[in-house]
């Protein structure tokens, strides 16, 4: 079970940081990814990280402003948002997967926390 938490509303520029926890001993075992859906679209990938925590993988979108990481002794993946833009205004999810790290294709994630809504004012 995934749950996602620290989504809110920051003014552009700003940053956040959400965390999703998962529950079960097997955590570090599992490749952790992030991403977000706005109404009326489809659910984009935005990070990932591979289960050890030793390579990462974002969306061109983000690069350079959002860095995802991991604590397994937590149980828990970040997501920290920086230099935040209207557009980045999504639910975002938190996802688990085994298997290959960096799939970005939101059908091969196996399990999925419930959303925490990050919203970006102009």
């Known amino acids: 079970q995934l749950q996602a938490s620290g989504g809110g509303l920051v003014q552009a520029g700003g940053s956040l940081r959400v965390s999703c926890v998962a529950s079960?001993?097997?955590?570090?075992?599992?490749?952790m990814g992030w991403f977000r859906q706005v109404p009326g679209k489809e659910r984009e990938f935005v990070a990932a990280i591979r289960w050890s925590g030793g390579r990462t993988d974002y969306v061109d979108s983000v690069k350079g402003r959002f860095t995802i990481s991991r604590d397994n002794a937590k149980n828990t993946v970040y997501l920290q948002m920086n230099n935040l833009k209207p557009e980045d205004t999504a639910v975002y999810y938190c996802?688990?997967?085994?298997?290959?790290?960096?799939?970005?294709?939101?059908?091969?994630?196996?399990?999925w926390g419930q959303g925490t809504q990050v919203t970006v004012s102009s």
């Open positions: 079960g001993r097997t955590f570090s075992t599992y490749n």
């Open positions: 996802a688990a997967r085994e298997g290959s790290w960096s799939d970005r294709r939101t059908d091969r994630w196996d399990y």
